[in-house]
């Protein structure tokens, strides 16, 4: 059974930064695609953003140049570098995975920033 377990959220003042980290297990494949979304209180879950196994990316207009993902092949971790937050960043982040042509979620991870 593959688990991804999110890490790293956390409270931050406006402008700060926070690293996020997916582990992945119980998988004898490495994650074709990785990604992450987050879902702010009352709306719906949303795309952050992606990457392939080869490291191409894609992200959400509002966070670009501001997140940055990643991932360690070696590892099977996916990372989302957050800088700049803004208060509109608030929301719960969750990591996706999909190994062996299906899709994993993890339970996700609460960033909540400040103004």
């Known amino acids: 059974q593959v688990q991804l377990v999110e890490s790293g959220g956390g409270l931050v003042q406006a402008g700060g930064s926070l690293r996020l980290s997916c582990a992945a297990s119980?998988?004898?494949?490495?994650?074709?695609?990785m990604g992450w979304y987050r879902q702010a209180p009352g709306k719906q879950r949303d795309l952050v953003a992606t990457?392939?196994?080869?490291?191409?990316?894609k992200y959400t207009d509002s966070v670009k140049g501001r997140f940055t993902i990643s991932r360690d092949n070696a590892k099977n971790t996916g990372y989302l570098q957050m800088n700049s937050l803004k208060p509109e960043d608030t929301a719960v982040y969750y990591c996706t995975g999909t190994f062996g042509g299906m899709d994993y979620w993890g339970k996700g991870t609460l960033v909540t920033v400040s103004s």
């Open positions: 990457i392939t196994i080869g490291g191409s990316k």
């Open positions: 119980g998988s004898i494949f490495r994650a074709n695609a």
